[in-house]
């Protein structure tokens, strides 16, 4: 069936660190792909999407490419800041429903 | 506009205790939503509803009931509840389903059930 995995975290870095947290899916087709942000007590959030092959979505210096040869959807930020900390969720949309990944918890120090 | 809210924040449940989850919207949404959320797995949908007086069942619905009599709650039961439904529950609602992405989420409710 159609699933998303992402990378094991807990992930921590230092402030202006280079980030990436891998994710890759599979599906039948060509999904939307979406990184989700959840702040500590907080909803899901919408952090960014990109909808067909080649796309790259991108919102608050976070970037992810749809990249369809690697069914992947890894999400960078060049430079994280304390206030990046927060638990991320790759997901897919099929048949008008989100499927998530199992999440990745990052930790920004000072 | 207060969002989706959602209540209670955290309860504790003993084995076969029912209680019921409320979520509520002021954005006038057709669409209504309620996932689980575990440790290492992510969020997974329970039922979902596509207007007021409709339910359907999700990926994980055993366990639980739904019921939308109102088109701003959506209410989530538990019978009897069982440790296996230890838990993050969050409701989501959106106006157009085809966009997914654009699903509005609540702060979430703590379940824990001994």
């Known amino acids: 069936g159609d699933s998303v995995t992402q990378m094991e975290g807990p992930v921590t870095l230092s402030e202006e660190a280079f980030l990436t947290i891998n994710c890759t899916y599979t599906?039948?087709?060509?999904?939307?792909l979406f990184w989700y942000v959840q702040y500590p007590g907080e909803g899901l959030q919408l952090l960014l999407k990109?909808?067909?092959?080649?796309d790259k979505g991108s919102n608050k210096g976070f970037e992810a490419t749809y990249r369809k040869e690697t069914t992947s959807f890894h999400l960078e930020k060049g430079s994280v800041q304390v206030s990046d900390s927060a638990v991320y969720f790759c997901?897919?949309?099929?048949?008008?429903?989100?499927?998530f990944g199992q999440g990745t918890r990052l930790t920004i120090n000072p | 506009n207060a969002g989706v809210t959602q209540t209670p924040k955290f309860r504790v449940l003993k084995t076969g205790q029912s209680m019921t989850l409320l979520c509520a919207q002021d954005?006038?949404?057709?669409?209504m939503y309620w996932y689980r959320q575990d440790p290492g797995m992510g969020l997974r949908l329970i039922h979902y509803?596509?207007?007021?007086?409709?339910?359907a069942k999700g990926e994980v619905p055993d366990g639980y009931n739904v019921s939308r009599l109102k088109k701003q709650n959506f209410l989530l039961g538990l019978e009897s509840a069982a440790p296996s439904q230890t838990s993050v529950y969050f409701c989501?609602?959106?106006?157009?389903?085809?966009?997914?992405?654009?699903?509005?989420f609540g702060p979430g409710t703590r379940l824990l059930v001994l």
């Open positions: 989501a609602s959106t106006l157009d389903a085809r966009r997914v992405e654009t699903q509005y």
């Open positions: 599906a039948t087709g060509y999904p939307s």
């Open positions: 990109a909808t067909k092959a080649d």
């Open positions: 997901a897919l949309n099929i048949a008008q429903k989100l499927v």
């Open positions: 954005m006038n949404h057709e669409y």
């Open positions: 509803s596509v207007g007021e007086g409709t339910t």
